[in-house]
């Protein structure tokens, strides 16, 4: 049962940087896995926000090109997600998400499994 955690959620002010992190387990090969993060504010629906393949390609939302980067651990069973510049327009509950694919998309159904979610609060 692949199982995602993460971590790294918090409050900042608009401006500052976060760094979140997904830790991936029960795999048995990470080859052909697309992992991702979403975030869904209050009232709003999920988006996706940026996706990475097992051979590292990246896809991102618009509204955090340039400022968020997404990356993999050696053993590609770590994603992380640098966002800089934050607004408060990115305060959202963030979700990891894996799936297996041959290529990734930054749509809900795409993805088979889901962490938890890591709070992240941008003030003005």
């Known amino acids: 049962q692949v199982q995602l955690v993460e971590s790294g959620g918090g409050s900042v002010q608009s401006g500052g940087s976060l760094r979140l992190s997904c830790a991936a387990s029960?795999?048995?090969?990470?080859?052909?896995?697309?992992m991702a993060w979403f975030r869904q504010a209050p009232g709003k629906l999920r988006e996706g926000v940026a996706s990475i393949d097992s051979d590292g390609n990246t896809k991102y939302a618009d509204s955090v090109k340039g400022r968020f980067t997404i990356s993999q651990g050696n053993a590609k069973s770590t994603v992380t997600l640098q966002m800089n510049s934050l607004k408060p327009e990115d305060t959202a509950m963030y979700y990891c998400a894996a799936g297996r694919a041959a290529f990734c998309l930054l749509l809900q159904g795409w993805y088979n499994y889901w962490g938890q979610g890591t709070q992240v609060t941008v003030s003005s």
């Open positions: 029960g795999y048995t090969s990470f080859s052909g896995y697309c």
